[in-house]
Nanobody, 125 residues
């Protein structure tokens, strides 16, 4: 069974940067594509980015394209999300999760499983 643990959240000013990390443990942890999603108060969970098991392919939501970068280090069982040019509307709880389709990124947010507990990101002056 996979376990995912997020870290790196916090309070940052608009225009600032944060780097989130997702540490993955469990059987065949490097087999799965991993995604980052977020949920703001009163809003639905939003898929932000996903990286395939090999790291060879990534995708991004329009809301974060050009500002966020996903990467993974399978030797360290980690997937990171570098977030630059942060905006107040980026405030949310950020989650990492594993693709239910194994090594490929799913089309829908509901096709992620093994969710982490989340890490709070607050963008405010």
């Amino acid at each position: 069974q996979l376990q995912l643990v997020e870290s790196g959240g916090g309070l940052v000013q608009p225009g600032g940067s944060l780097r989130l990390s997702c540490t993955i443990s469990g059987f065949s942890s490097d087999y799965y594509a991993i995604g980052w999603l977020r949920q703001a108060p009163g809003k639905e969970r939003e898929g932000l980015s996903c990286i395939t098991s090999s790291g060879g392919s990534t995708n991004y939501a329009d809301s974060v394209k050009g500002r966020f970068t996903i990467s993974r280090d399978n030797a360290k069982n980690t997937v990171s999300l570098q977030m630059n040019s942060l905006k107040p509307e980026d405030t949310a709880v950020y989650y990492c999760a594993a693709s239910l389709h194994g090594p490929v990124c799913p089309q829908r947010s509901v096709d992620f499983g093994s969710w982490g507990q989340g890490t709070q990101v607050t963008v405010s002056s």
